[in-house]
């Protein structure tokens, strides 16, 4: 019995330490493995917030530079539609001085009548363009796409903004020679709903008209 129990103990002695050396190797290689996964882990998750961030800051940019791009576009446009327009009624305004000098031996009915006759059916800008006509006290004297009107005061006609369109649009073409004005209107095909248009206007001196023009922003874009 002695010697099974000596040879137990020197085998004890003997593998013990080793035993417990792998123990505590593989422990150590537990734990190692699993600090790495866990510093991998965070360093993964780490990798994503910081992806996630550039991608936000790359979509930024990117809705910045397209709202840019559309808020030049639409300066552009505008910009366009202004020149346009301006141009339109110059080329109007010469024409109604060059009947006027030709006829200013007559009365005013007449050379009215032959302006207006000269000036109603010019179409511009795919044919939504039109030139009207008001004396700057409101009284309408042409207006193509509402004959009904001619003849009558639209001084306190309003659009949808509270805007006295013709009325502030005559003051500041008389104050000013010619003026570029901003009002809200229907269109021919929505009633509906009113639309933004840009007008301009230039003064004709001899009978205090002012013959305007304008056009729908949203057409042009």
């Known amino acids: 019995m002695a010697e099974i129990t000596d040879k137990k103990l020197l085998k004890l002695i003997t593998y013990a330490p080793a035993s417990i050396v792998g123990a505590f190797t ?28 550039r991608e936000n800051q790359l979509l930024t940019k990117q809705v910045e530079y397209v709202t840019q791009q559309v808020k030049f576009a639409r300066e552009q446009t505008e910009q366009q539609l202004e ?45 939504r363009g039109y030139f009207f006509i008001y004396k700057t006290e ?21 659009d949808v903004r509270g805007s006295y369109i ?25 009633k509906n709903k009113e639309f933004e248009k840009i007008g301009f ?7 205090d008209w002012f013959i305007g023009t304008g056009d729908y922003v949203v057409d042009v874009e």
Do not use: C
């Open 201 to 207: 206007g230039k003064y004709f001196e001899p009978y």
């Open 26 to 53: 593989l422990l150590w290689v537990v734990l190692a493995v699993t600090d790495v996964l866990m510093g991998s882990q965070e360093k993964l998750l780490a990798l994503k917030e910081e992806y996630q961030q």
């Open 166 to 190: 013709v009325r502030e649009m005559g003051e500041q073409v008389k104050a000013n020679g010619e003026a570029f004005y901003r009002w809200w209107f229907v269109k021919p095909d929505n």
């Open 138 to 158: 409101g009284l309408n004297v042409m207006h193509p796409l509402l004959p009904r009107v001619e003849g009558t005061s639209l001084w306190d006609f309003k």
């Open 83 to 127: 020149d346009t327009i301006q141009s339109r009624i110059y080329e109007a305004h010469n024409i109604a001085t060059r009947l006027y000098e030709s006829n200013k031996h007559l009365p005013e009915a007449e050379v009215t009548k032959i302006i207006t006759d000269a000036l109603r059916d010019i179409r511009f800008n795919n044919g």
